[in-house]
């Protein structure tokens, strides 16, 4: 779990049952339905299946491409309003729960989770009550490493046993094919949206000893993934200020499901027009100090014995082997020439 001046992702780590707890007894659920954001009839849609049936019986991916869809569309179209605020955080302890269940193939839940709470809480977690934001980020941020999400890998070469991370591992898809879901044009989206939650979200101090952690998980494919996530973002990190809109242009392609519906389609860049007041603003996306940390902590990282290292793990195995084709060397180029 997370302290003040430490906190590390390793595998198999358990979200706080108890910070779900606290936020349950706190987040009441509201007496008024939800509604959809967009609507062009007299009548508009009401989520009547949050009152009418028990939230495990509501499918991942009608949570996903409508529920969470409508808060965080919504939130980045028509502003904030209650029903979208309130019915969130009063489903947020159960969310977290099932962040793990996976829709079409290798689609996480988490996604549209991390999607969905950046909207509502775009300015930094507030205290809804004494220790929320540690609650958060004992439970929130913590869900990539879900023991669910683990299992048990035996190398033969070694025989070493660690874990390796089933959603980025190979799966069969709709034609029973071995395939990835990452490669060298586009980033795990699972592994894109818990990145940005913590690079949102993480206090300075807490960010050199998250980083450190990253490059402690001893498994290929959680190396070849950080790797091409970290050639897309790299260059957006880089820039003054982090607008949402950036996600989209990144190469490879850094973006996750609902990532499109951050932000506010009203904000601005810059400070000169900000948006109405009750819009989030796209200038406040990723705290600058927060990137520039980051990118320093990596810089240190990141060695030529490093990605040579990397490199050859990678060619080891055909699927990550394809899947990060030239990827160390063109993130090693980019930092050397920030040097």
């Not at 439970?139 to 874990?163: G, K």
């Amino acid at each position: 779990m997370s302290s003040k001046l430490e906190y590390k992702w390793i595998p198999k780590t358990t979200v706080s049952l108890d910070a779900l707890e606290r936020m349950r007894k706190h987040f009441h659920k509201p007496k008024l339905l939800m509604g959809e954001a967009w609507f062009m009839g007299k009548e508009r849609r009401l989520y009547t299946e949050l009152v009418d049936r028990p939230f495990d019986q509501i499918e991942p991916s009608e949570l996903s491409t409508e529920i969470l869809f409508e808060i965080a569309s919504g939130t980045k179209c028509f502003g904030h309003r209650e029903e979208w605020d309130e019915w969130f955080k009063y489903l947020l302890p159960q969310l977290i729960l099932r962040s793990s269940e996976s829709y079409f193939f290798n689609e996480l839940l988490l996604q549209s989770v991390v999607s969905a709470f950046m909207n509502i809480y775009w300015n930094g977690i507030p205290e809804e009550y004494k220790g929320f934001r540690n609650d958060v980020i004992n439970s929130l941020s913590f869900c990539l490493m879900n023991e669910d999400l683990w299992f048990d890998h035996h190398n033969e070469e070694t025989r070493e046993v660690y874990p390796r991370a089933t959603f980025l591992d190979t799966y069969r898809d709709g034609q029973g094919n071995l395939r990835l879901d990452w490669n060298t044009g586009k980033a795990n989206e699972s592994l894109s949206a818990m990145m940005f939650l913590c690079l949102k979200y993480l206090n300075i101090e807490e960010i050199s000893s998250w980083v450190k952690s990253l490059f402690s998980i001893n498994d290929v494919y959680w190396k070849g993934a950080l790797m091409v996530w970290l050639l897309g973002a790299y260059d957006v990190l880089e820039q003054p200020i982090v607008v949402p809109s950036m996600l989209e242009k990144a190469s490879p392609e850094i973006t996750w499901e609902n990532s499109h519906a951050l932000g506010s389609s009203y904000g601005s860049a810059d400070a000169k027009y900000p948006p109405a007041e009750e819009f989030n603003d796209n200038k406040d996306f990723i705290p600058v100090e927060n990137a520039k940390c980051f990118l320093e902590k990596i810089r240190g990282q990141i060695t030529d014995e490093l990605i040579l290292h990397w490199a050859e793990l990678f060619a080891q195995d055909r699927f990550v082997g394809e899947s990060t084709c030239n990827v160390p060397e063109l993130i090693l180029d980019k930092i050397q020439k920030r040097k």
